[in-house]
Structure formats: C-alpha cells, structure tokens
C-alpha cells in the first residue's frame, strides 16, 4: 500500500517568518494530497488540497506544491502567526475513499 | 468548524469489553470514513461507508465493524477491546460526486482502555 512519510516531526519558526513542510509518497497513482491542521484536542481540518493535474496552489499564505516526478508534496506557510501553531499532516489518496496520512509536524510559531 | 458530530466525546473501557463510537455526517454528506488516530500519529484509516455499504477497508481486524443507516449517520463497533486500542477516533465526511475525496473530520471520540 501507499506509505506517506512527513518531515520534520517538530518546526519551530519567529512570527513573520515562513514554514516548509515536506512529504514523500511511494505510489505514483496517488492522485489527492489534502493538508489537515489539528489543534489540540480537536480534529484535523482541511486547509488546502491539490491534486495531481496542478503542479501549485494558493490560498492567502498558505500554498503546496506538488512533483509527481519526484513523488513529493510540500506546503508553504508564509507570514507566520502565533495561530498557525498546530500539528499538521500531509495525506494521499489513490481512489480518494482510503488515505494515508504522514506522521505530523508539529509546527510552534514563537511570537 | 465543520458540521461532523460525534459522541461520546470520552470513553473508559476495560479490556474485553464492547464499544460502539457514533457519528453524525455534515449535511449531504453521503460517505463516513473512520480513522483511528494514537498518539502522535497520524490517523490511520479503518474503513469507509458509501449508501450504507462498506466501501473499503484498512488493515484493521473484523473485531473492528461498523454500519451506516439511511440518514448517512454511522456507528464504528469494535469488540473485544485490547489496551492497544487506546485512541482517538476519528470520523470524516465526504460527498462523493462533489470534491471528490475531500474529507472533513468531526473532533474524535477519546478511547481508553485499561
């Protein structure tokens, strides 16, 4: 099955600053990757998705990019803010019913 | 916040017991997938319900069962309870013939065995 590997587990940033968070996929007919945001005590929340037609996208400061070659997905934050601190996965999904999450990064925004 | 109910919100369990977690799907939702989540981890998937039938299933043994009724609502019963089983579950909904795949998650049900 899909293994999905997620890098770096903790990431700490000055507000104002920008988050990189990197994924791997094994298996080239995934074709979704959503990130989800989850704050304590809550569950994940989708925050932006791509699929594999699109090389990027946008949405305000948060932005992935996707390298079907390569097999690797990332996800940009720009402009931190304390908000932003949160555990964030990556997933994929082949048949869109089944995904495969990373393990999470837990991301600290230092005011 | 998304409109995926589940309840209860914490559960204390023995080992060997029985437990069923539920699940209310946001408004034209007709897909439920469960997930089970330790901790830190990301989740893994169990299974999903597509019109009240089972639609895929994760590595996760047939002690873990679940339904979907006409409503879209869905229960995940699990028997047997092992310490392992100690998690956050977690269910999502989607639409299938819109968006297809976006999944939005409801807060979990706290499972804890001892």
């Known amino acids: 099955g899909e293994n999905v590997e997620q890098h770096p587990s903790t990431l700490s940033v000055q507000e104002g600053d920008s988050a990189v968070i990197k994924c791997t996929y094994s298996?080239?007919?995934?074709?979704?990757f959503p990130w989800y945001k989850q704050e304590l005590g809550k569950g994940p929340q989708l925050i932006i998705d791509?699929?594999?037609?699109?090389g990027e996208k946008k949405d305000q400061r948060i932005a992935v990019t996707l390298n079907k070659t390569a097999k690797h997905f990332s996800l940009h934050i720009t402009e931190t803010q304390p908000e932003d601190s949160a555990v964030y996965f990556c997933?994929?999904?082949?048949?869109?019913?089944?995904?495969?999450f990373g393990t999470g990064t837990s991301l600290t925004v230092i005011p | 916040e998304t409109g995926v109910t589940q309840s209860p919100t914490h559960l204390i369990k023995t080992r060997g017991q029985q437990v069923t977690l539920r699940c209310s799907s946001q408004?034209?939702?007709?897909?439920v997938s469960w997930y089970q989540q330790a901790l830190g981890q990301g989740p893994q998937f169990i299974f999903q319900?597509?019109?009240?039938?089972?639609?895929g299933r994760g590595n996760f043994p047939p002690r873990f069962s679940g339904l979907q009724f006409p409503n879209y609502s869905s229960e995940l019963n699990v028997n047997a309870l092992e310490l392992d089983d100690s998690a956050l579950y977690l269910c999502?909904?989607?639409?299938?013939?819109?968006?297809?795949?976006?999944?939005?998650f409801g807060p979990g049900t706290r499972l804890l065995v001892l």
């Open positions: 408004s034209g939702h007709n897909t």
């Open positions: 319900y597509y019109r009240e039938e089972e639609n």
């Open positions: 999502a909904s989607s639409l299938e013939t819109s968006n297809r795949g976006t999944q939005y």
């Open positions: 997933a994929a999904s082949i048949t869109g019913n089944q995904f495969y």
């Open positions: 298996d080239s007919a995934s074709n979704y």
């Open positions: 791509i699929r594999s037609n699109v």
